[in-house]
């Protein structure tokens, strides 16, 4: 008789579990940590939001949606693109409301791969992106940013990676987890590669509304550039609204209709209320990010200089709410110095070898967490580093 294990898919077995989670799990049973590794905002989702998704509920609204999510929820989504991001996006038949910004690019990754097909992925990136390139069948090639240059991707980098299979590019910006922002000379730089190349790019674009010195430039913005991005982007992050999983992807119409099957397959439509609930958060949500972008924008300023003052080189990133600083002057690896502080001082970080192999030697501390916390985590990594640097 088979044993249980030969049952499993091996594209699945052999997939890692995530870094992160590892952290987390060992900072659960722990009395009195300070967790920097939660990669969510620390406000609550606006009340008038929560009030849109209530009135939803007593006014009965539990049905399915169309499967590309409300129409008017689409239409929404359209104006807050083109209004905020001069990007524009035909809402019949162009955008897909999705289970969160992770659906949506599962979905985008599985309309296009065909196996062996080659994405170019720029690492330190999301723990995810590989996993769910090897998942839809393609093969994930990373290229390392410069961290001379603010873990930026440079030209000559990425053109080294094209071979005959590759089909896209992947990009984040703000990053997870540098929280680097690409600029329009950035973007414009990738984009010639990708004209040159025939080259799709996915862009996820979820930390969008937390870019902070500057207005926040779209890849789909890019001349030339809409008919070959992938833009994904949500609720999440710009509007605290990570629990109610909603996000969205927008692409050409011979693309979204792809992704419509696999996403009609896969989940039918994203949960009703939440649709409401996105469709507030577009209307009137407008001030609450603001004041939350402030907040990050503080809070980002004082982590930045804490870890420059304690002889751990950080750069100053240009959105998101994280911070990625060195830890090579410990002599301690990534997943050392995570653990030996967690341990040591009950601060939670996240070793920067889980976002790809050029995240060894860094950290990721996100600050979206209350100025207090914030302090003492300041405070008792001090007394680790006094402890513990060579």
């Known amino acids: 008789m088979k044993t249980t294990k030969s049952y499993l898919s091996r594209t699945v077995e052999e997939l890692k579990p995530s870094g992160i989670r590892r952290f987390f799990d060992l900072a659960s049973g722990m009395e009195g940590v300070i967790s920097l590794g939660v990669g969510e905002p620390d406000f609550v989702t606006p009340w008038s939001v929560r009030e849109a998704a209530i009135l939803s509920l007593e006014q009965g609204y539990t049905s399915y949606t169309a499967n590309a999510g409300l129409l008017e929820l689409r239409q929404e989504i359209a104006s807050y693109l083109i209004n905020s991001f001069q990007v524009a996006y035909k809402p019949e038949s162009e955008i897909i409301v999705t289970v969160g910004a992770s659906q949506a690019i599962d979905i985008a990754l599985r309309s296009i791969l065909d196996p062996?097909?080659?994405?170019?992925?720029?690492?330190p990136c999301f723990v995810s992106y590989s996993p769910l390139v090897v998942l839809a069948g393609g093969k994930p090639v990373h290229v390392q940013a410069a961290k001379d240059n603010g873990f930026k991707i440079s030209?000559?980098?990425?053109?080294?990676?094209?071979?005959?299979?590759?089909?896209?590019?992947?990009?984040?910006s703000p990053n997870n987890p540098t929280g680097t922002l690409l600029e329009e000379d950035d973007l414009r730089e990738i984009a010639a590669i990708a004209k040159e190349h025939d080259l799709l790019v996915l862009s996820d674009e979820i930390y969008a509304e937390l870019a902070y010195d500057g207005a926040y430039t779209s890849m789909a913005a890019i001349e030339g550039m809409k008919?070959?991005?992938?833009?994904?982007?949500?609720f999440s992050k710009g509007f605290a609204m990570t629990g109610w999983r909603l996000g969205f992807v927008c692409a050409p119409q011979y693309i979204a209709e792809a992704m419509l099957k696999v996403h009609q397959y896969g989940m039918m439509c994203a949960p009703t209320m939440a649709q409401y609930a996105g469709l507030e958060a577009l209307r009137s949500g407008s001030s609450d990010v603001e004041e939350m972008r402030k907040s990050y924008?503080?809070?980002?300023?004082y982590m930045v200089s804490s870890f420059n003052e304690m002889g751990l080189d950080c750069h100053l990133p240009g959105g998101a709410f994280y911070v990625f600083p060195s830890i090579q002057a410990t002599g301690l690896t990534s997943e050392q110095f995570a653990e030996q502080l967690l341990m040591e001082e009950k601060v939670a970080v996240v070793p920067g070898n889980v976002f790809g192999e050029s995240g060894e030697g860094y950290i990721r501390c996100s600050y979206a967490t209350s100025m207090e916390q914030l302090q003492e985590a300041v405070?008792?990594?001090r007394s680790f580093l006094e402890k513990n640097t060579k």
């Open 227 to 234: 008919e070959r991005t992938i833009l994904v982007s949500g």
């Open 155 to 172: 030209g000559d980098t990425l053109k080294s990676a094209i071979t005959d299979k590759t089909k896209a590019i992947m990009i984040c």
């Open 379 to 381: 405070r008792r990594i």
């Open 297 to 301: 924008r503080r809070r980002r300023n």
């Open 116 to 123: 062996g097909d080659e994405v170019i992925i720029v690492e």
